[in-house]
């Protein structure tokens, strides 16, 4: 059997410096020994066979179940060392049926309905809003931050994200904004307070997040403007100027694309604009990622533009821009990360140990996933005319302007 | 067979002011009476049965052969009042059929390969250069401008674009750029002059193309930093660091785009950036318009964003921007329809009558589609690595600055 590990594992490995001990006590390296070496141990042979059958999965498990341990480097490196060599290995039967099953299940998967998607909201944004403290901004922004120049430090490139949103929105005085999925409330805020929209309706089925929403526009003075509701996209009726939508996209799943755009288009005023801001990917549709799916966010689905755009053309919608952020969820991911192991004292008192591995595993996989793999996020602006928005972008950068001058007397 | 026209008509037209004459003297009108009154005369009833049974291809050739007159009312107008309506019309069984058919046949229609791609080009490009003369700016650019604000003049804005495009490229001292459809050399003399690009190898199948940007290229001293060579996209295999492609993409034809983009990341360098410029539609795809594939341009065809994009994912190429130029084409037509109608007693000089009436239908026809149909530009910036352009599109906006600043010392 370990002669199975050494094979599958150099199949998988071919750039970089791997060493392998395994549970009988054994020792072997794959790679061409470039790079930081990195050093993995099994700690039983059924850990090993797991990994065999199905590595895409149960590595991540493993790591969490600590019977695949970092001996040598750290685990973000062990995860980058395997996504640089992803597409680069060599055919292995067992895997692509592996592969080709998850494919043809993932329709299925994302059935989400109104109560599934709750459910599936809930598996992750109930967790303990002191959880998210830990490692978020102070505005809880638990999104892609928008890097204004690579030295930029989080709390900065968060509020310069909301900036770069509203700026897109094209804001007029006294407008009605949607935001779908506006969990704890900052950019819903924000647009209250700093771009001075008439109204904002922002809705979550996350119950922690909705208590957390509505303490803070009751803080800030911000109830008679800013409304937070526990609600489904499916479930409104009104309409809107604006609607903005701030990675939840991510949740809605391909079978409901169509649903999701056509009920936008529903709700949207025919001079009205919406900015869509999603995880996607850059290259051909993917699976989802069977460990994210299970432990992080389940039901979920990574988008390639192609995927999506069908959906928006048959909703009656006109795409009017499309930003492709690359590598800034690698620098948000970062700073989480970094935050998160700053405070991971912390966070096994509020959870356990098991917990801040899978948590570290989700950072740092998906930090290696946006710097080396074909993770983006397209931020897609939208609008029901042709002429409803200026002729070219420089408003944008003229609006984040406006709206620097007038920050600084928003209250974090 | 009046009756016929009429519920045609009236099925066609259900907002406006639309006033019928027929061969035989009748009279009708057709619409709500609203908006500015349009009347039109079919000189004989063959021209009335040619209409009815397919009004999408013969509305255009009976207005060349003067068999359908504009009696009250411009051109512009009439073909205004038709798009306003198209999409609200009821269902016709027999245009659905040939709605249908023209559908199913346009991936045949579009099997262009180098032969055929250059006859198709030179249907329409190696026409009299001096025709060109007439409505085109100075630099014979002949795609659409950017107009960075709304009066700005046709000879800035075709300017404008070459700095946009030229910015978007993001050009490093002394790289390669290839110029997939050079036309008469204008951006790729800008490249190497303005922007100090290293080398530019402009390429057309165009004959008549080719000997006027060869003798530009001289007249400028720039023969030999800047190269024209009549060619298919498909012959070459040098590499570049940057590719910009503007108004050709329409040709390439929808069986084709793999070939296309894969031959692309071909060409391009492994930090290699490009720049696709083309018209497209915002809706769901359509298929090819009739009457413009039969007299403008054989073979051509017009995509949404979603039929471009999978084969630029299966490429392996990476998107990092779309803008989608709204209104700049109609802009532009217009600026171009009324040099064309000022020259007008040159063009039929050139030419004859009715290939002036046909070159009007084609400028007033597209810049209708473009205010008030789907048609838009899609500005698709594509690289091969997810990190070969900046963070954020800031550059974008100061390369510009710096351009226009050299731009001075251009000639024209």
């Known amino acids: 059997m370990e002669r199975l590990l050494r094979s599958t594992l150099a199949g998988l490995v071919s750039r970089g410096s791997l060493e392998v001990h395994t549970a009988s006590g054994a020792r072997f390296a794959v790679g061409d020994g470039t790079g930081t070496p990195v050093a993995i141990r099994f700690t039983d042979a059924n850990a090993q066979w797991a990994f065999l059958l199905d590595p895409e999965l149960r590595f991540g498990e493993l790591f969490m179940d600590s019977r695949l341990c970092v001996e040598q480097g750290s685990l973000y490196e062990l995860v980058c060392l395997l996504m640089i060599n992803a597409g680069q290995a060599p055919d292995n039967p067992w895997l692509d049926v592996v592969d080709r099953l998850r494919f043809s299940l993932r329709r299925w998967k994302q059935r989400n309905d109104r109560r599934r998607s709750q459910r599936n909201v809930a598996h992750h944004y109930d967790l303990d809003a002191a959880l998210y403290a830990l490692f978020l901004d102070q505005d809880r922004q638990y999104s892609c931050a928008y890097f204004e120049h690579p030295e930029q430090d989080l709390e900065a490139a968060q509020l310069a994200k909301k900036r770069h949103i509203t700026a897109k929105l094209h804001l007029e005085p006294g407008q009605r904004v949607l935001d779908i999925g506006c969990g704890w409330g900052g950019l819903a805020l924000y647009l209250a307070d700093v771009a001075q929209a008439g109204r904002v309706l922002g809705i979550t089925l996350s119950e922690e997040q909705i208590k957390i929403a509505l303490k803070r526009a009751r ?194």
């Open 219 to 412: 803080q800030r003075g911000l109830d008679e403007r800013v409304e937070f509701r526990l609600a489904d996209y499916r479930e409104l009726s009104e309409r809107f100027d604006r609607i903005v939508s701030v990675g939840m996209f991510e949740h809605v799943g391909l079978p409901h694309y169509d649903a999701y755009f056509s009920h936008c288009r529903r709700l949207l005023k025919d001079d009205g604009v919406m900015l869509l801001h999603t995880i996607g990917v850059s290259g051909p549709p993917a699976h989802a990622d069977p460990w994210i799916d299970k432990y992080i966010f389940p039901g979920g689905y990574v988008p390639a533009l192609s995927e999506i755009l069908p959906a928006i053309e048959r909703a009656g919608l006109v795409v009017t821009d499309v930003e492709v952020l690359r590598q800034h969820y690698a620098k948000t991911l970062r700073a989480w990360r970094e935050r998160f192991m700053a405070r991971r004292d912390e966070a096994v008192a509020l959870r356990d140990e098991r917990f801040c591995r899978m948590w570290e595993f989700f950072l740092a996989f998906c930090e290696a996933a946006f710097r080396h793999e074909t993770l983006v996020v397209f931020q897609i602006q939208l609008a029901v005319r042709n002429d409803s928005l200026p002729l070219t972008r420089a408003y944008i950068a003229q609006r984040e302007t406006v709206l620097r001058f007038v920050e600084p007397g928003q209250i974090p």
